[in-house]
């Protein structure tokens, strides 16, 4: 009985397929185009669910250039500090061009806007779609600031890709993993926002679905979390800024906007989110607030944009960053 198990024994292992060269090792779970075309060299174990976001594999912080089509390029990562500005939706073309210009001139790195508005209520207003993306690549060839704008679902992905020069995934499509290995195939970078109920782990895990597909251009975003707090839209996590720098080498932005909902509290949270190592900022910036179609609450005029961007100016060498904007080159601003 012995014998004949002891034989069998040998029969497997002799039958067992060899022990791949590291060239062959294979991404577990992976698709098998991916391993195709991206054999990995063998590795030390890495016990992370998020092998490729996290820091283990990858100690240095990740640093890569915007590259918009017509534009202005700018460093995201590293010792660099990128600002963002725009509007929440796009209104109007000269809604959108008139901010894109102040927004440069403070030395913002970029503008943002959205053309898809993800509504809490079906009978909100929606965004203008297609027109509002053809409006940001006006404003982006009025002043070279590259467009950060939001994507949805699958089916627009292309459309979106196609106008913009940084795709965005929204707190709502945080998990929303086919959308995320959609862009995760495309060739420009991706700005994930956390879920509003998100912990890190399952931020990372996001994160991890777009690298997962190739793209390693990944930019974290904190923009706050659901808390029993009332006074504020939601509690921006800046603790949460810290602990990211700890976990992973991917760069990690603060929407102090949406992290606390009132116009009156953005300037000081930018303050503090530069101090809790942030790498920079999404704000949301209006011609007239008041007025605005969306989000007014929580949006700021140009004067206070500009008086942020100043504070940067004195913040960030203390923390050993600098500011990264496209202000000194003037590209088709109309003055």
Request: aromatic share 6%; proline share 6%.
């Amino acid at each position: 009985m012995n014998s004949r198990r002891r034989t069998q024994t040998m029969i497997n292992a002799a039958e067992a397929p060899p022990i791949a060269a590291e060239s062959e090792q294979r991404i577990p779970h992976a698709p098998d185009e991916m391993n195709a075309s991206w054999p990995l060299p063998r590795t030390p174990f890495v016990s992370s669910p998020y092998r490729l976001a996290g820091r283990e594999l990858h100690p240095q912080d990740s640093v890569f250039s915007v590259i918009p089509t017509n534009g202005v390029s700018f460093q995201v990562g590293a010792d660099a500090f990128s600002v963002i500005g725009g509007p929440c939706t796009v209104e109007s073309e000269q809604q959108i061009v008139e901010t894109a210009i102040a927004v440069r001139r403070a030395g913002g790195a970029a503008l943002r806007g959205g053309a898809f508005k993800p509504r809490t209520s079906p009978y909100s207003f929606q965004g203008l779609k297609e027109d509002g993306l053809k409006m940001l690549a006006t404003a982006r060839k009025e002043t070279g600031l590259a467009v950060v704008t939001e994507v949805m679902s699958i089916d627009k992905v292309d459309l979106v890709a196609e106008y913009a020069d940084i795709i965005q995934i929204g707190s709502r499509n945080m998990q929303n993993y086919p959308l995320l290995e959609a862009v995760g195939a495309l060739d420009k970078p991706v700005l994930l926002k956390r879920g509003l109920s998100a912990t890190v782990s399952e931020f990372l895990s996001a994160a991890e679905y777009v690298l997962a597909r190739g793209n390693q251009s990944v930019i974290l975003c904190e923009r706050g979390i659901r808390t029993f707090e009332s006074d504020t839209r939601f509690t921006l996590a800046l603790g949460t800024v810290a602990l990211l720098k700890e976990k992973t080498h991917l760069p990690i932005l603060v929407d102090p906007s949406h992290g606390v909902g009132k116009a009156s509290l953005v300037r000081p949270m930018s303050r503090a989110a530069i101090a809790a190592g942030a790498d920079g900022l999404l704000i949301e910036v209006h011609p007239d607030p008041i007025h605005s179609v969306v989000d007014g609450d929580q949006s700021i005029g140009f004067d206070t944009f500009a008086a942020i961007m100043n504070d940067i100016l004195q913040l960030a060498p203390i923390v050993g960053k600098s500011i990264c904007h496209a202000a000194s080159i003037e590209v088709g601003v109309k003055k």
